[in-house]
């Protein structure tokens, strides 16, 4: 399996535009996770999905972020419009079906960089 | 809330040094217990686990052991390398079905030759 792959590598745009970061995960995993990083706030919780339902988005910072889970191998984080405090890298990672002591697998990250 | 507090850093040693990397915990049920590391550039990726308490996981010469009574899973390695410069994040799941992961807000080490 290639993991869980995450699109783009990196980003920049432009202050108010709309961003759109992708996430594949990895095939037969239930749950994904969206993370934020930054030196100042370290990795915070977006919002996860089990079986494409969001069960806590508590960490999606205002309106302006939404993420979808349409179905079991795609997600997507929208930011709109985007601002300069949105500069983070985005990781997506996914648990597998089974219950307990499982891992977390993580994606390469997507560097945003909004000017 | 569940949540895990972990030392906060940066950390710099100098090679052969030993590491602690203190981590608490805070969780509604019974969780397992990892540490992951981040190399630069990269996503993160499982370092050790721990499902159970009294129960140590190692890997690459680090260890925590999962202690209840304390609520705390405290990395450790006995003598660090150049290459274990890393950022350390502690974490918890929930066990059961909704597979609630939370993560410490990670410590950056630097080890010097």
């Known amino acids: 399996d290639a993991g869980v792959i995450q699109s783009p590598r990196h980003e920049v745009t432009e202050m108010g535009q709309e961003v759109t970061l992708r996430c594949k995960p990895i095939s037969g995993h239930n749950s994904l996770f969206w993370y934020r990083q930054t030196m100042m706030r370290g990795l915070e919780l977006l919002i996860y999905f089990n079986n494409n339902v969001p069960i806590d988005d508590s960490g999606m910072p205002e309106d302006r972020f939404s993420a979808k889970m349409p179905n079991a191998s795609f997600s997507t984080l929208k930011i709109q419009p985007s601002e300069p405090r949105d500069s983070a890298v985005y990781f997506c990672?996914?648990?597998?079906?089974?219950?307990?002591?499982?891992?977390?697998?993580f994606g390469q990250g997507t560097r945003l960089t909004v000017v | 809330g569940n949540s895990v507090t972990q030392m906060e850093g940066p950390v710099t040693l100098s090679e052969e040094a030993f590491l602690t990397i203190n981590c608490t915990y805070t969780a509604t049920g019974y969780p397992s217990l990892f540490w992951y590391v981040q190399y630069p550039g990269e996503g993160l990726q499982l370092l050790l686990k721990a499902t159970k308490a009294d129960d140590k996981g190692s890997n690459k010469g680090f260890e925590a052991t999962y202690r209840k009574e304390t609520t705390s899973f405290h990395l450790e390695k006995g003598s660090v390398q150049v290459s274990d410069s890393a950022v350390y994040f502690c974490a918890l799941k929930l066990r059961g079905n909704n597979n609630d992961m939370r993560f410490g807000a990670g410590t950056r080490l630097t080890v010097k030759p």
């Open positions: 990672a996914s648990i597998p079906s089974v219950a307990g002591s499982t891992e977390a697998f």
